[in-house]
């Protein structure tokens, strides 16, 4: 049978907890296995960024910190479809949202290296490319007050493939537990849950890029969000997610965008392997002595600490 792993972030039996809950009832009348895991209940440090380290070489399981994140990351591989959910705090999702993702995701676990350069031995028996949905949850009456928050929730799908098939993007709701009593937000919960639930069931279609959402008026058509990059003097727009460009005219003094297919949308796989490429193209002009060009040029970095505080409970908890 296949399973939904949900992750959720607001507080316990909060506004997310009950949308997610009232998707993963959905999911679980049509035969899907159900999982909750509230990372608010999870020890999990941030990343260190030891950039080779052993999460990269190893699996998250071999990571420097003896927390949740190996089992996190198992629980995600393990998963047939992905659920995350988090309130909106100062525009964007609560930090652990972020904990997580640079933990459990980031480029030890991007698929498109995987495919150009080979899985790594920890990787192998995981799946991959699943759909995902997400949901997040602000209080502001005003809809601008959520910016970054779904926005944010998607970087915890680009690297791993997860196709996001539906999205909740719910403001208003901001007394502890008032999800409960909004038959409107419980009802597009319970869509979402069978969106993805039809997802799930139908493993063979590639989802990339396949929305099962409403149409709720949002700019991009690859992600349904609306935060874009507008720069002065350019006659497009990027989507601050995804990265697909825009053309932008007005028609009756009302914004329209025109959307050409985009190797840089970086939710898909080209997209991916297009800023893999871009990376490799970076290296190449760099003169022999790089390494020691930037070792000599940082020294002087390196050697200034005293203006470096200690905190208190350094190395102590
Ligand atoms: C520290 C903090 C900051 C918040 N900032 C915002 C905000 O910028 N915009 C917004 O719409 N709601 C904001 N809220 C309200 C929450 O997003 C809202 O109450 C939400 O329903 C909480 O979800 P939960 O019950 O699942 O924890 C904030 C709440 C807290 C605790």
Redesign the pocket.
Known sequence: MPTVTAFTC??RF????ILVKEALMALKKMGIETELIRLNDCKLQPCKACLDGPCKRLGPAACIHKDDGGWLAEKFYESDGYIMAA?????APASIVSVFRDRIFGYKADVAGWERRGTPEWAKNYKKHRPGALIS????LTKN??SLGMATLYTTTISAQTNVVDQMDV?G??K?GEAAIREDNLLRARYLGENLGHAVLNPKIDWCGRWLGSDDGEACPSCHTSLMIARPGKNYVECAVCGRKGYVSLENGNLQYVWPEDPQNRLTMRGKYDHIREIERHGMGRPENYDELVRGKSKKYREWNDCVLTPPLKDKC
Do not use: I, R
């Open positions: 607001g507080v909060g506004n997310c907890e309130p909106v705090w100062s525009l949850v602000g209080g502001a007050w959520t403001y709701v901001s502890h």
